[in-house]
């Protein structure tokens, strides 16, 4: 039997302070325990081997007909991230994998830099230069940026603000339900009914690219959306249009925004941490001195990168997914019972002190090779594992490195005297709560 939490006002404990009523959970009842947040049955499991078991070594025994899917369903629909059905999702994935490949992502990493130049010279160009940034408003605009470019070949930034704040307002709905799923989302109520615009304005956006591309009679881009539109399946099928919307969705929502966060975080560690910094920059400057990086760089800024994994491993934007148990299962000696909602919450399973010592502090040094090969594979899973691994994996951390890279050769991001910490905002993704707000300095004066 799993140990429980099935106490009365559990439910208002998990929506109080989510993060910390499964810490607690874990502390008094070890890396697996269940508990019934408004009656529905929910087994947290956070140990790498459990991890395993639902992900990869038992993916048939589950399902993504869980309750976190569930409340992203009206926004994500039958998209990539979110379907249930197996048969339907192994079509989208083999038709959509191709394109998602180091290979393929290669073409599209001047996209990255390109924009995030240009977002430097914004920077630049404003009145007062040194004034603090909303960092975490300006990377949001660069993901849409790059994903827009990428995707469409296209400059569509006034429409692309207003896609940005109708998810932002969806994933506040929709973060805020899941803590305490009630009332349904059928009921009209105020909340319902601004969640439904906010579906209707993302919907509008990708309706009115898609119309777009259809209706031209120029040659078509090579861009995502063009090989998207003529991908086929094992019989030679194309996606039907309404299929191809809510994956273009998807990836829209996706690649904005566990980006924005992400790379918020990163600037935001860096800042905290003038040691780690100096490495970082000290590579930048070995390897780049006065160019902008390459996708045949990646290789050369193994320091980069391992400060995106460890951002990723204190601050994994989708730091929380969900199956659903399809039968009975067992998970080390414990029943798991069918029908059961198996959480898996990487930002309590990335500070796992069997696996990582001082766990809550910045060291990106725990990412190099001979320190990885020491851990579980699955004691790291930001973007998930086994058959449903996040599609955009390459494509992610191809653009943080990028981006990070491009920024940290010319530029400083600094805290303000006496700046408060930023606390994580667990919503649907994992959020800085208020945004990260930094001042942009000039490493070298022109």
């Known amino acids: 039997m799993v140990a429980s939490r099935n106490f009365l006002g559990g439910a208002f404990s998990f929506k109080r302070d989510q993060l910390g009523f ?3 959970g874990i502390r008094e009842h070890g890396d697996l325990f269940q508990f019934r947040p408004l009656g529905l049955p929910m087994v947290m499991v956070n140990h790498p081997d459990h991890i395993r078991h639902v992900l990869v070594d038992h993916d048939d025994r589950y399902d993504k007909d869980a309750s976190l ?14 379907i249930t059905d197996k048969k339907r999702w192994r079509r989208q994935r083999t038709m959509m994998a191709p394109h998602f490949t180091p290979r393929t992502v290669r073409n599209f990493a001047p ?10 010279r914004r920077w630049e160009a404003r009145p007062e230069p040194e004034a603090p940034l909303n960092v975490t408003d300006e990377i949001g605009q660069l ?7 990428s ?3 296209a ?19 929709l973060g805020a339900f899941f803590r305490l799923p009630f009332p349904p989302l059928t009921w009209p109520t105020v909340r319902r009914r601004k969640l439904r615009a906010a579906i209707g304005a993302m919907d509008d956006f990708i309706s009115g690219v898609l119309q777009q ?11 995502l959306l063009t090989l998207l539109m003529h991908s086929v399946d094992d019989d030679g099928h194309e996606m039907d249009l309404e299929q191809l919307h809510h994956d273009v969705l998807n990836l829209c929502i996706g690649a904005f925004e566990t980006t924005t966060n992400a790379l918020s975080w990163s600037l935001y560690l860096l800042a905290r941490h003038p040691e780690a910094e100096k490495t970082f920059h000290a590579e930048i400057d070995s390897i780049l001195a006065d160019r902008v990086p390459t996708f045949d760089d990646l290789p050369e800024l193994p320091y980069t990168r391992m400060v995106i994994d460890e951002t990723l491993r204190i601050y994994s934007p989708a730091y929380m997914t969900m199956r ?9 000696g414990y029943r798991i019972p069918a029908n059961s909602n198996v959480l898996i919450n990487s930002f309590l399973l990335h500070r796992h002190a069997d696996f990582w010592s001082d766990p809550d502090a910045f060291i990106p040094e725990r990412f190099l090779p001979e320190r990885v090969a020491e851990r579980p594979k699955h004691a790291y899973v930001p973007f998930g594992s086994g058959p449903r691994v996040c599609i955009g994996k390459h494509f992610a951390l191809t653009e943080l490195v990028m981006a990070l890279a491009t920024i940290g050769r010319t530029h400083r991001l600094v805290l303000g005297e006496g700046a408060p910490a930023v606390e994580p905002e667990p919503l649907i993704t994992l959020h800085p709560r208020g945004g990260v707000r930094l001042q942009a300095v000039r490493r070298f004066q022109d």
Do not use: K, Y
């Not at 899917?69 to 979110?82: C, K, Q, S, T, Y």
């Not at 429409?159 to 307002?169: G, I, L, P």
């Not at 659903?324 to 080390?332: F, N, P, S, Y």
């Open 111 to 120: 996209n990255m830099t390109d924009e995030t130049l240009l977002m430097l």
């Open 22 to 24: 499964l810490a607690g």
């Open 151 to 153: 995707l469409f070949s």
């Open 213 to 223: 591309r259809l209706n031209s009679t120029e040659q078509e881009p090579a861009d």
């Open 69 to 82: 899917f569930r409340i992203v369903r009206p926004v994500l629909r039958d998209g990539l991230i979110a």
């Open 324 to 332: 659903r148990a399809m039968v009975d299962d067992e998970i080390a």
């Open 155 to 173: 400059d569509v930034s006034a429409a692309a603000m207003a896609f940005e704040r109708a998810f932002s307002d969806a994933n506040d709905l």
């Open 143 to 149: 993901a849409l940026r790059i994903v827009n470019r």
